[in-house]
């Protein structure tokens, strides 16, 4: 997968069609925890780009555009629309369904035995 080859079992086209509003780039502005800041606010990845440290070309991802939606399950995420989903480079859409899954976790409250006193 390099350039905007789609993955195999892109049959409708939204990853391409995704990858097209977003210009071939990771869409992140921050939600992974960097500020991206040397790149204008958003992250410098590219579809097909190298990886820093000599990880190979980078395959960008398309998932759901908000973070907390991150966390639904996949077949939940490949129904939103369109409008709904973001491209990814990996590194930034595990760090922020790490941020998300984190949040969640606090928001539900402590669990465990020494939540019962």
Known sequence: MN??????????GLW??????AVGRCQCRGTCGKTHAKDGGRCPTHNG??????????????APAQPDCLLLPTHRAAALPKRELAAWCPACHDATRRTA???QQAA????????LF
């Open 16 to 21: 391409q069609a995704v990858l097209a509003a």
């Open 108 to 115: 539900a409250g402590p669990t465990g035995p020494d939540s």
């Open 49 to 62: 780009g190298y990886a820093r440290h000599g990880a190979g070309p980078v395959g960008l991802l398309v």
């Open 101 to 103: 899954a984190k949040a």
């Open 3 to 12: 350039g905007r080859t789609p993955p195999l079992d892109d049959t409708t």
